[in-house]
């Protein structure tokens, strides 16, 4: 064989050879190339999940620690009402102490506060008589009060106390004040001067008739007119017409106690 014919015929060989490693290769790399697209297509699918988990777990971890804070806030305000509880429980205790002290009192003072009264009625019968319907009038309510269930014992306990302090204030206040008495057998209209309890006056309106209550003879005395003059300005003084001066009024000799 002529060495130009052999030699083509390797040439053609070679060609045919690299033909078909080259149909071969590329047949690979085609199929390597899908491997590579769905390798591909699965990492983005298993990233999606690893992203799509984080961010479920991102997610619980943040509704996790607002649940612990919650329950942090809960335990403080658990202990905080623990903590009133507790005072209440012992206010209870020392309400119910209270209530039965209460109880206890109310039975004692009711005789007392009538033992009270009853003091002031006889002290009102007995001192000198000025407003002496004004006084027995306030007493006698008060024995009525004590009757009523409608009234508080705080409140009945109240008004006994006022009676008792509007007599304390007579002892140590002027007053005057207008009323009728019995003057020589008529009912004449007089004008009273209170002098504390020292000294009880009276004078007709037409300044012709003066008198004293005599606290050793339980009566009235007709008063020397000498102290008409004395006795004006006291009444003056008592209704605030004239400025407080020092005024001569007729005393009772003192008595020995009983």
Known sequence: MPTQLRTRNILAAAVLTA????????????????????RVNKAQQSQQKIDNIDNSIRSSEREY??????????????????KQLAAQEKELVS?????????????????????????????????????????????????????????????????????YQAEID???????????????????EVDFLRVGRISLMYQSLDGQDLGVWNTVNNAWETLDPAYKSKLMAGIRIAREQAAPDLIK???????AAN
Not at 177 to 184: A, P
């Open 19 to 38: 033909g078909v490693t080259f149909g071969a290769t590329a047949a690979n790399v085609d199929s390597a190339l899908d491997k590579g697209v769905k």
């Open 95 to 163: 309400i119910e102490a209270s209530i039965k002290n209460v109880t206890l009192v109310e039975r004692q003072i009711t005789p007392l506060m009538l033992r009270m009264i009853d003091a002031v009625d006889q002290f009102v019968r007995a001192d000198v008589p000025f407003l002496k319907e004004e006084r027995a009038e306030r007493v006698e309510k008060l024995k009525r009060m004590m009757g009523r269930s409608d009234v508080t014992v705080a409140e009945k306990y109240r008004k006994v106390m006022e009676a």
């Open 249 to 255: 009024v007729p005393v009772a000799a003192p008595l």
């Open 65 to 82: 620690r607002g649940l612990v804070k919650e329950v942090e806030g809960l335990n403080v305000y658990v202990e905080q009402l623990n």
């Open 170 to 188: 007579y002892g140590r206040t002027i007053e005057s004040y207008r009323g009728t008495l019995d003057v020589n057998g008529q009912q004449r």
